[in-house]
Nanobody, 116 residues
């Protein structure tokens, strides 16, 4: 059974940091590119960050570049999103996804709220 489980979302003040976690099971994790997406209320889902299966290549949305870092640990079947210098506009539900060829899996999301 394929599962992606996100955690780490929380309420944080502007300028603060959070680390999101996504743990995978049920598929060959290291073969899959992993992505973090987010969706704010009333807005379309936005791609935040991507990392290749071996972790060698990462890409970021312009809105988070220099503040967020995606990483993965294939031994732990996990992908992470380190978020620093958080802004109110980062408030959203954050989802991780796994993609390999025609296979595409999604987690249920974790809420991040940036507010004073």
């Amino acid at each position: 059974q394929v599962q992606l489980v996100e955690s780490g979302g929380d309420l944080v003040q502007p300028g603060g940091s959070l680390r999101l976690f996504c743990t995978a099971s049920g598929f060959s994790f290291s073969m899959y590119a992993m992505r973090w997406y987010r969706q704010a209320p009333g807005k379309e889902r936005e791609l935040v960050a991507t990392i290749t299966g071996d972790g060698g290549i990462t890409n970021y949305a312009d809105s988070v570049k220099g503040r967020f870092t995606i990483s993965r640990d294939n031994a732990q079947n996990s992908v992470y999103l380190q978020m620093n210098s958080l802004k109110p506009e980062d408030t959203a539900v954050y989802y991780c996804s796994a993609t390999y060829r025609m296979w595409d899996y999604w987690g249920q999301g974790t809420q991040v709220t940036v507010s004073s």
